[in-house]
């Protein structure tokens, strides 16, 4: 499958088969993560692979209980390690930190993400990409520390379900030419 076609058959799955991800696959989709340019190099992302049934449960009740979540056997949490842009001070991250650092790390670790979810389209996987949770909630069940942020849960397994490509705008509407203009 080509890049492009992947980008047009993607879709955002909240019904999945109880089909274990192969280990292979697995591999794939963080050599996926890893491979993602990352500014000046800091190679800011970590990747928390979440397959037990107890853990996904409890990652989707911090999730709003979003229950269908657990159909799939396999998330990963994809958390932005700002040490890797700040080496030392004290830091606590939160959805009201306006650190720059940190939304640098946020835009690394969103191209890391975004390419796991290309990659798992390739290889016929299905995802959903959650960031409905707060930051205290989601570190507490995944013991994460308060240095870092969860940028985003993926959701990932084989699709149950095939849904419709959703509407979006065309280019006019959203591009613009060497200046803002409207």
């Not at 030392?88 to 690394?108: N, P, T």
């Not at 798992?120 to 995802?127: F, H, I, N, P, R």
């Amino acid at each position: 499958m080509d890049v492009q076609r992947a980008i047009q058959q993607r879709r955002s799955v909240r019904r999945y088969k109880s089909i274990p991800v192969e280990e292979e696959k697995l591999e794939l989709l963080l050599e996926a993560a890893r491979l993602a340019p990352t500014g000046s190099n800091t190679q800011s992302g970590r990747f928390i692979v979440i397959r037990e049934d107890e853990m996904r449960t409890q990652v989707a009740q911090v999730s709003h209980d979003q229950k269908w979540m657990t159909e799939a056997p396999l998330f990963i949490a994809c958390v932005a390690d700002v040490r890797a842009r700040i080496p030392s001070g004290e830091l606590v991250l939160d959805e009201e930190s306006a650190d720059f650092e940190l939304k640098q790390c946020i835009r690394d670790v969103s191209i890391q993400g975004e390419h796991i979810v290309l990659q798992a389209e390739e290889l016929g996987l299905s995802s959903c990409w959650i960031g409905w949770y707060t930051q205290e909630e989601i570190r507490r069940v995944l013991d994460i520390p308060a240095d870092k942020y969860v940028v985003a849960v993926l959701v990932l397994g084989y699709a149950n379900e095939d849904p419709k490509a959703r509407p979006r705008k065309r280019l006019d509407e959203i591009v613009h030419h060497e200046k803002w203009q409207g």
